[in-house]
């Protein structure tokens, strides 16, 4: 899904229109509150962007935008033990409400992908250091 440029909305002060990267942050953000979203999955563009310090905030995000309507596709990893319907519906009911109140755009539709799955390791507790060097 590629994404395309909406049009000018005209008023009567001007016209007003809104970055499709604007609505990728929007939908990233409201993806991540999800309990159960360990985080984005982004590729390796989006892995490239965060080895060199930036945060990408729609790492993970792909949307189409026309002047009144959006489509919207999330890349995530979830956490291990989780129900992923019930986290992919929970993501589809944030992600489409966030984008309509912010914007006023209708959206279509919001497709979930689960790519991965993040087991959460235990925490090993630090080793004692029983061999001194010096005593």
């Not at 984005?40 to 905030?57: D, Q």
């Not at 992600?95 to 235990?122: C, P, Q, W, Y």
């Amino acid at each position: 899904m590629s994404t395309l440029a909406a049009d000018y909305e005209k008023t009567d002060m001007g016209t007003i229109q809104i970055a499709p990267e604007v609505i990728e942050v929007i939908a990233g953000l409201a993806t991540i509150e999800v309990p159960g979203v360990a985080g984005m999955s982004g590729g390796f563009a989006g892995g490239i962007t965060e080895l060199l310090g930036r945060k990408n905030l729609a790492k993970g995000v792909k949307v189409e935008v026309g002047q009144r309507e959006a489509a919207v596709d999330v890349s995530i990893i979830i956490e291990y033990g989780n129900r992923i319907p019930e986290i992919a519906s929970d993501i589809q009911r944030n992600v489409k409400r966030s984008i309509e109140m912010m914007t006023g755009l209708h959206v279509v539709e919001v497709n979930v992908h689960i790519h991965d799955v993040h087991f959460k390791t235990a925490e090993k507790p630090e080793e004692e250091d029983t061999a001194h060097r010096v005593k």
